[in-house]
Structure formats: C-alpha cells, structure tokens
C-alpha cells in the first residue's frame, strides 16, 4: 500500500490529466453525446448477429407489385374478403389486417362489412396516438375497439426503428393497445394466458408469470428518452424470420390446412413502389408488417419460449465501467515503456469491449460501449503524453541543474586550489626580490592543482566516488588538504581528525563530491583565515542519528558581522538543502569558528 501511494504521488499530474478526461466523458455521458454512437454499434451488432430460427407461429401475407398490378391500389374490399374469408376456414389464432380501411374501396364493401362483424380473430388497424403532419391520423375499420390495434411506429432521431410502443393514450384520451399487442393478446389467450399489469413495475405488461421490462428512457445507450406510453425495446429476431407469401403464392397454400391452423397471420404491403410501408431496423430496411411481425415474435418468444427480452445493464455499472476503463488507461500508459506496447495493449482492450458487447447481444442484453472505448483511449494517450512531456521538462531541468552543479564544482575546485596558489604567487611577485626557485615551485604546484580540477570532474572518477564508502573519501580530502602550504596550518599544534564510518545509502558520486567538496572548503578557509590557530578538529560521523561534518579552529576567523555571502557559503547552502539537511556557521567559544554540515 505505501508502494503504491508513492507511485501515485510521483505521477500525480499524469493521473490528475486522466482523471480530467475520465470526468468529462462521463459528463458527456450524462448530456447524451455518446447516444447516436450507441446506437449505431448496436445496430451493427444486430446485423453481425448470428441467425435465429424463423418463429412459424408468424405467416405473412405481402401484397407485392405484381400484386397490386393484378388487383388494383388500394386493394379492394372484395380482395380483402376473399382473402379473411379462406384463412378464417383454417382457425388461425389471429388475423391482422395491416391495411387501413376508414374509407370503403369497393367493390365488396359489404361482404368486408359481413366478414369483420363475423370474425372474432381478425384486428383492423389505426393511427390515433402520435399525430403528425407526417402522419396522419386514421380512422379505424367497422370494427369494436378491442378488436382494433394502432398502428404508429416510434421513430428515432436517426430515423430508425428501435423500440416498440405496446399501448398508449390516444389524441382523445382512450387509452389504446397497439396493433402487434392485439395480435399477440389473441394468440395468448387461446392458451390460457391473459394480459395483466406487472408485478415489479406496475405500468409494465403481465403475460401470465412473464413480465415484459418496460423503457424508462435511459436503458442502454439512451439518455431521457421520452419513455410515455408502454414501450420496450426491440430484441430483432436474425435469420430467415417469418414466411412471407405474395396474393398469388396464398393461392396454393390456402387449402392446406396444417399451415394456417393456429398461426398469426398478418396481411400488409410487401410493394415499395406503388404502396411504400418501409422503415429502416439495424442498417436495413423492413416493411410496416414485417416490423408488427417482429413485435407480436418478440412477445410469444418471450412468454413461451422463454428467449430474453433485449435488456440493459444498470445505469451505475454503466458509469462504473466507463470510468474502469479510464483508470484501467492511466496505469496501463504508465506501466508500459515502450509505446507499440501500450498501442498494442490499448487495440486489444477495444477488441475486449466489442466482442463483451458482441457476445451480451447475442444473449439479449445490450452493453453501451461508446465512452468506454473513448475514456479508454483518451486517457491513455493524454496520461502516457503528460507523463512523457513531464519526464522532458524535468530532463531539461536536470541538465541545467547539472549545468549548474558543475560550474559550481569547478569553481570549488579552483577556489580552494589553483586561485589561491595564484594569489600567493601574485603577493610575491609584488616583493622586489623573489627566488626564482620559488616562482618554479609556486608554477609547478598551480599546474598539479589544475590538473587535480580536471580529474576531479572526470565522469569515471564521478563512478569511482559511488563506490567507494563517504567516510574513506572524507579522510583522503582531510589528508591531502593539509599537505597544503596554508599559512594559518604552520601555528597548527593539535589536529584531531574523528572521520568514522557514516551511513552513505542512496548518496550518489557526485553528492558525494561534493560533501568531500564541502570539507575541502572548510579547511581551506582554516589554513587562510584561522589566523593564530593552534587547534583544530575534524568530526565525521553519526551524532544523535544525524549525518555530520563539523570543522572546530580556535583562531581569529573570519568577521561574524560579514553581510556579503561568499559563494562557497551559497555551495554549502544548496548542499544542505539537496540532502534535506542544514548548515551553519557559528563561533566557537572562546574564539574561533564551527563549520557544520547536518543531514
């Protein structure tokens, strides 16, 4: 756990970028962005779907072109006659006239007349509960009200059909059952099963234990749909559906008995030319009949055959697996280290989510995909990119850093060396006599020092510091340093060197350079400002769990009361402040000065 609050610490802009994503998506879920996408992937589903068996309980008959151009447009009411009169010989269970008949065609307006009053299992049509320019309202035929269905199809803003309207409210406050309602009432009824209200959701449709889930207006990829009257959505039945049969090809089937007894017959237009009843259902186009087919299918198959209804996962799993797939983005981008990695990753959780949408269908529920897919991807790119961009501002902030370490440490290294051989050679040379054996030495001593500048900053030797442990560097600086010709060392009388083992773990090379740096600098200060020391001593090592590096000289020192700050002060400062630790420079009592360094 601590592991992980570390990790989520470091990259915490990165996630915050996801998240951000991961939020907006799930608000534009809420505005109903992601809907017309949801629907055309499940339209796409429906038509990749495997084939299902044609229900044979359904047999329409398809008034075609050929049709029409033998009897005429509208087909008259003796057609219409003929036609009820040899399927009712049969006993169907239902007969549905999909064919508006508010106004006589005749001839044979009284024989149609004689058949609807004598033909309990017929159902006329009407349009009487979503009134439109576009479409009409229609009378229905002669015929008692609960032998008339209304035939109004619910269209989506695509244009499509997806859902079916059972019963509503009419234009004249009756309430109504749809046509496919009617059709399929009358065909349960024969087996003993009646339409009731439901158990759960009272305003839903009871066909004896079977409850049809009603639309409430968000299930699946919709968002507030308008969910008045008794709607459900349509679970399309794939494959050869229904046997449809011409006026003409009825002509060798109407004597056989065994194909009409005990079936849904349902009489429309099949002709899109002369009499066009078309709409568009998952990427293709059906006929008005066909689509009451699918209805009254969708309600026998779901009471006797026990084939699920098409059904949605709740809206709080949906919210739930959108903003699984975002988080699932963020660590995944930043798990991967190489970018065909996280390509390769992200494809194959696309591929997961649309075979998980592909094989629910298949099983009748409906998996919303769309701002899964989008949070997925989205934050995945956007985290892997912050990430990315982030890791360059800091590489550039690093090299500068580096940059600056460095000139530091060069100038250190001139300071406490080379510069100060170079002053002394500079005071001599202002005295009228200097031994030229002198200004050889002082030469010679300047090159070894520079020298020893350009092999301290050497990247090997930077390797070599981070293996070997601080205590031993710390005392290789003590030694060599007072080897030097520091004027202040000559009245030196005691030195105490307490340099012990110090616990260097996680202290890169060049940290640790630069503590050796630090150390170099205190004791050079001695040897040029201590004047009149006779005592000094070095303290490396651990006091009270602190990490410690103290030089103590009892000489005059530097002046307390100094405002300007050298730059080997500013070194020790940014030192201190790398290691988390502190320094400071206080008198030492009765006289001198404390260098110290803390982490």
């Not at 234990?209 to 507030?224: A, S």
Request: net charge neutral; glycine share 8%.
């Amino acid at each position: 756990m601590h592991n992980f609050l570390l990790w989520c610490q470091e990259n915490l802009l990165p996630l915050s970028s996801g998240l951000t994503v991961t939020a907006i998506v799930i608000l534009t879920k809420v505005g109903g962005l992601w809907q017309s996408w949801e629907l055309n992937i499940l339209d796409w589903s429906f038509a990749h779907n495997p084939p299902e068996a044609p229900d044979h309980r359904i047999v329409i008959i398809g008034i075609n072109e050929e049709d029409i151009r033998n009897v005429g447009y509208p087909v008259p009411d003796g057609v219409l006659a003929q036609l009820i009169s040899d399927l009712k010989q049969h006993q169907p269970r239902a007969i549905g006239v999909d064919i508006f008949r508010d106004l006589p065609v005749p001839p044979g307006t009284a024989e149609l007349q004689t058949i609807w009053q004598h033909t309990p299992q017929v159902v006329g049509i009407e349009k009487s509960v979503l009134p439109a320019p576009s479409n009409p309202l229609v009378q229905p035929p002669p015929l008692p009200p609960e032998k008339v269905g209304f035939a109004d199809v619910l269209l989506d803003q695509d244009g499509k059909i997806r859902r079916a309207l059972l019963s509503a409210f009419g234009t004249n406050g009756e309430y109504k059952f749809a046509f496919a309602t009617r059709l399929a009432s009358l065909y349960l009824q024969a087996a003993g099963i009646t339409l009731t209200n439901g158990i759960r959701d009272k305003n839903a449709f009871r066909f004896g234990d079977v409850e049809l889930p009603r639309f409430t207006g968000n299930n699946g990829g919709y968002v507030r749909t308008d969910s008045g009257g008794n709607q459900i959505l349509i679970n399309w039945r794939r494959g050869a559906k229904f046997p449809i049969l011409s006026l003409q090809e009825f002509q060798t089937k109407k004597n056989d008995r065994a194909y009409w007894q005990d079936k849904v017959v349902i009489i429309g237009y099949t002709a899109p030319f002369s009499a066009k009843d078309t709409f568009f259902a998952y990427n293709t186009e059906i006929y008005g009949v066909e689509y009451h087919a699918h209805v009254v299918s969708q309600i026998l198959s779901t009471v006797l055959d026990k084939r699920s209804p098409l059904c949605s996962i709740p809206l709080w799993l949906e919210y739930c697996l959108i903003l699984v797939g975002g988080l699932g983005g963020m660590v995944w981008a930043l798990r991967c280290n190489s970018p065909w990695s996280m390509y390769g990753g992200l494809a194959g959780s696309i591929m997961l989510l649309f075979s998980a949408n592909y094989g629910l269908l298949v099983r009748h529920y409906w998996l919303p995909i769309a701002p899964t897919i989008f949070s997925t991807i989205s934050s995945t790119i956007i985290t892997r990119n912050v990430r990315d961009f982030r890791a360059f501002l800091q590489q550039q902030a690093e090299l500068l850093e580096q940059r600056q370490r460095t000139l530091d440490d060069a100038f250190n290294a001139m300071h406490n060396g080379p510069l100060h051989t170079l002053g002394e050679m500079l005071s001599l040379l202002k005295m009228e006599e200097v031994p030229q054996a002198v200004i050889i030495t002082k030469l010679q001593q300047l090159d070894r020092e520079l020298r020893t500048v350009y092999e301290s900053l050497r990247p090997e030797n930077l390797a070599r510091a981070a293996s070997i442990p601080l205590h031993e560097l710390l005392f290789e600086v003590y030694h060599r340093t007072m080897q030097r010709d520091f004027a202040c060392f000559r009245s030196l009388k005691v030195k105490i060197p307490d340099i012990q083992p110090i616990d260097d773990r996680g202290l890169s090379g060049e940290l640790k350079r630069e503590i050796c740096d630090f150390l170099e600098e205190a004791l050079c200060n001695v040897g040029k400002h201590a004047v009149g020391a006779t005592r000094l001593t070095v303290v490396c090592k651990e006091i009270e769990g602190k990490r410690t590096i103290r030089v103590i000289d009892n000489g005059v020192g530097l002046p307390q009361d100094n405002p300007r700050v050298s730059g080997g002060t500013k070194h020790a400062q940014q030192l201190a402040k790398r290691l988390r630790g502190k320094f400071q420079r206080r008198p030492n009592q009765p006289q001198g000065t404390i260098c110290e360094l803390q982490w």
